[in-house]
């Protein structure tokens, strides 16, 4: 960049946040959405999931591994994105400095999923979630979350609060809802979810994970079992779904 003259300058932009987006096939969304529509249909047959959130929402029900699409979204999709994140982020580390997240070197054991329904008014405010891993999964939209405005918006938060006249301007990256698209991050990484206004629901998936050193088990590190496996950062405890 020259500034003025021949002057070069060089701007660092540092501390960058890694967020993994990733888009289902058709045919898993079409079947996790079927499996939304089936326990919506029935919400007494799923156990509730309200526990989990910070806000409010109109429906929010466990998941399990053995109904139709879940695993092959765990196994075939998100836990991927985890390993592609650590990879991502271990490279641009010096060798000594990767500790023990070089493939083979730990397990990636699921916590939990489920699935949240939001109608008008319904909302999330800004949040964490417990263990290593977390992310979102869009299954169904209304149109009138088009990115016209922040309604229905998922939002990730910086580590300041956005502050135009202080030139804090990128503490705040906003993900219009599209369908079959999913968003996984670091569990601590802030986020919230903006309330829209119209007839309709916005479907959505979240899930849980824990990055486990070792290879010999899969289990969940005893610092998350003595924490509870919470999900959110009101810690109140979650139930296990894998």
């Known amino acids: 960049m020259t500034c003025s003259g021949k002057e070069i300058v060089e701007v660092l932009d540092l501390f ?22 089936s326990v919506l249909s029935n919400p007494t047959a799923s156990p509730d999931a309200s526990s989990k959130l910070a806000g409010q ?68 405010p800004t949040h964490t979630h417990g263990g290593s891993f977390s ?30 006249q202080s030139f804090r301007t990128g503490m705040a990256h906003y993900v219009l809802p599209v369908p079959g698209e999913f968003y996984v991050f670091p569990a601590w990484q802030p986020h919230s979810v903006m309330p829209f206004r119209g007839d309709g629901e916005r479907w959505s998936l979240a899930f849980n994970a824990v990055a486990a050193p070792g290879q010999q088990s899969a289990a969940v590190p005893s610092a998350a079992k003595a924490s509870g496996n919470v999900s959110l950062s009101s810690e109140r405890p979650s139930a296990r779904g894998f």
């Open 57 to 124: 929402l109109s429906q929010q029900r466990e998941l399990r591994p053995e109904q139709p699409g879940v695993q092959a979204l765990m196994d075939g999709h998100l836990l991927p994105a985890c390993h592609h994140w650590i990879q991502h982020v271990m490279e641009r580390q010096p060798p000594q400095g990767r500790g023990p997240w070089v493939p083979g070197r730990y397990q990636l054991q699921p916590i939990d999923l489920w699935l949240n329904c939001q109608r008008a008014g319904d909302y999330n």
């Open 16 to 37: 960058p946040r890694s967020i993994f987006k990733g888009e289902l096939p058709a045919p898993l969304l079409k079947t996790l959405l079927d499996l939304g529509e």
């Open 135 to 164: 992310g979102v999964i869009f299954l169904k939209v209304p149109p009138q979350i088009n990115g016209n405005s922040f309604d229905g918006q998922l939002c990730f938060h910086g580590p300041e609060e956005w502050h135009i």
